[in-house]
């Protein structure tokens, strides 16, 4: 497995290892349709007494892909993992924003000092940590208040977690964009996902 220092010149690909229980949802228009229906049908399975809140919960997968897709996202996981009863509800966007959209930094130093010079969130988190193999990357984990609206009613507030990652032999950048609305189980979704962005690299 190459580390990002010895690419010469950009990668073709990456690769990140996610949980099982974590659905990939497709994001081209031609095929997102058929993935919020799986997605749904398996999220149901068993429950044929909530049509309005199965049709929300397409809505609002429908809403997410649209936004994802907008701003350079290329996949969208969204977690079907469960504790008993109760869904540990989180999701994953990899995105790759636009040239034109992007601050002109060098380096991850340099993003996190021009990051540091906005709005860091309630609570925020932000400086640069090291991913084994994607090398230096910007971590910022805040709180954002709740969406009831646009998130099936849920009044807790959401718990995001990003990693700028700069792509090698490039002036590209890979998001990687968790998210849980879970507060009481946070700290422990964030472990999950540092987790998961520590297994990013190259291919």
Request: proline residues 9%.
């Amino acid at each position: 497995m190459k580390k990002a220092a010895e690419f010469t010149s950009p990668p073709k690909d990456y690769n990140v290892i996610v949980p099982d229980g974590w659905f990939q949802l497709p994001l081209d228009p031609d095929d997102r349709d058929h993935g919020i229906g799986a997605l749904a049908e398996r999220t149901f399975r068993g429950v044929d007494n909530a049509p309005h809140l199965k049709e929300q919960f397409m809505r609002d997968l429908q809403r997410k892909a649209k936004d994802a897709y907008k701003v350079g996202g290329i996949e969208l996981y969204i977690s079907t993992l469960t504790i008993g009863p109760v869904p540990l509800a989180s999701s994953l966007l990899i995105s790759v924003p636009a040239p034109d959209e992007w601050p002109k930094c060098s380096g991850a130093e340099e993003l996190a000092a021009h990051l540091a010079g906005g709005d860091i969130g309630e609570g925020g988190e932000l400086g640069v940590a090291e991913l084994e193999a994607a090398g230096n990357a910007v971590r910022h984990r805040r709180r954002e208040a709740p969406d009831p609206a646009a998130q099936l009613g849920n009044t807790l507030p959401t718990t995001t977690l990003t990693y700028y990652v700069p792509v090698p032999a490039s002036t590209q950048w890979l998001l990687l964009n968790f998210s849980t609305p879970i507060d009481p189980l946070a700290d422990r979704m964030v472990e999950l996902f540092d987790t998961v962005a520590g297994t990013l690299h190259w291919a």
